[in-house]
């Protein structure tokens, strides 16, 4: 069964560093979205990515955050200057597009643990 | 807004007992209603989905959940509780949106902790 795939699984920086998070949504989805999980708690939206632009952001997702899809695979999430609340673990997931995509599910990915130290 | 809510934090149960993981929703309109459940140090994966039809709706792992209108619940349940079920479980809602290249994003619950003890 196709999954979605992230790398790397842990990610240490810096306060201040820039870190870039990767994902590969399963090939034949349209929607991708990034969520984020801080400690093991609840599932928070960060943004969602439509035809090659964000389609909805949450308040989370502020000026220091910037999604790509810089190919036909990859969806990455950039922090540019990151802070010690960034910590958290960040999910990658994707879901089929078009008439009826409501009624499918996200497809997540194993998540990213970034630590901002 | 549209909202989900799971009001227990954890739930204990003896394996071989059924278990029930409860979930409220909040929408306007017609709910798309999903569960999911969280092993430790994974992704979240798909259990089960209400979009339309039958109440009960069957999912992986031997789990079901019942959509209650009235109630504006969808529960999940479980006949037998096994141990290798303990994880984290989310109840979801679609955001279904307006206008093109809405993506529906998920709406997720605060989660709840099950525990399945030997």
């Known amino acids: 069964e196709p999954e979605v795939t992230q790398t790397p699984s842990h990610q240490v920086t810096q306060m201040g560093q820039e870190v870039i998070l990767r994902c590969v949504p399963i090939?034949?989805?349209?929607?991708f979205y990034w969520y984020r999980q801080i400690l093991g708690q609840k599932v928070e939206f960060l943004v969602s990515?439509?035809?090659?632009?964000?389609?909805?952001k949450s308040e989370i997702f502020d000026d220091q955050f910037s999604v790509e899809r810089p190919d036909g695979s990859n969806f990455t999430l950039k922090i540019r200057s990151t802070k010690l609340e960034d910590s958290a673990m960040y999910f990658c997931?994707?879901?089929?597009?078009?008439?009826?995509?409501?009624?499918?599910?996200?497809?997540f990915g194993n998540g990213t643990r970034l630590t901002v130290t | 807004a549209q909202s989900v809510a799971q009001p227990e934090d954890q739930v204990n149960v003896a394996e071989g007992n059924p278990l029930t993981v409860k979930c409220t929703y909040s929408?306007?309109?017609?709910?798309?209603l999903f569960w999911y459940v969280q092993y430790p140090n994974r992704g979240l994966q798909f259990l089960l989905k209400?979009?339309?039809?039958d109440n009960l709706v069957k999912g992986s792992y031997g789990f079901e959940a019942e959509f209650n209108k009235s109630q504006t619940s969808f529960h999940l349940k479980k006949p037998s509780a096994l141990v290798s079920d303990s994880a984290l479980y989310f109840c979801?809602?679609?955001?279904?949106?307006w206008g093109s290249g809405n993506t529906g994003k998920l709406i997720f619950g605060q989660g709840t902790t099950l525990q399945v003890k030997p």
């Open positions: 090939s034949n989805h349209l929607y």
């Open positions: 979801a809602v679609r955001d279904k949106g």
């Open positions: 997931a994707s879901s089929e597009g078009g008439l009826g995509s409501y009624n499918s599910p996200l497809h």
């Open positions: 990515f439509y035809n090659n632009e964000i389609s909805e």
């Open positions: 209400y979009i339309t039809g």
């Open positions: 929408v306007s309109g017609n709910p798309y």
